[in-house]
């Protein structure tokens, strides 16, 4: 499912245009986004959890060369689903 595919179907489900479509998915994801990026948990209930997590400074291999390189410490975002989520995909 793609952005787009998201907008027609809130567009249906809640009566509006397009155009006030794409304006609430942009909002969402934008505030989704500015959130994540201040480093804060996004918990939406019965979807799931997002959170930023740091990662250290590791060791790594070129598997061409087989020189050890350092890998620099970074940013990773995590996804955990709520076990509503869960339930419903195996069911």
């Given at each position: 499912m793609t952005k787009a595919d998201i907008v027609e179907r809130i567009a249906e489900k809640i009566g509006c245009t397009k155009k006030e479509a794409i304006?609430?998915?942009e909002a969402?994801?934008?505030l989704m986004k500015s959130t994540l990026e201040t480093g804060e948990k996004l918990k939406i209930a019965g979807?799931?959890?997002f959170e930023v997590k740091q990662k250290a400074d590791r060791?790594?291999?070129?598997p061409q060369t087989g020189?050890?390189?350092t890998i620099e410490a970074r940013?990773?975002?995590t996804f955990?689903?709520?076990n509503v989520l869960?339930?419903?995909i195996n069911q």
């Amino acid at each position: 499912m793609t952005k787009a595919d998201i907008v027609e179907r809130i567009a249906e489900k809640i009566g509006c245009t397009k155009k006030e479509a794409i304006y609430y998915t942009e909002a969402v994801f934008a505030l989704m986004k500015s959130t994540l990026e201040t480093g804060e948990k996004l918990k939406i209930a019965g979807f799931g959890n997002f959170e930023v997590k740091q990662k250290a400074d590791r060791r790594g291999r070129n598997p061409q060369t087989g020189e050890t390189i350092t890998i620099e410490a970074r940013r990773i975002l995590t996804f955990k689903p709520s076990n509503v989520l869960r339930r419903a995909i195996n069911q």
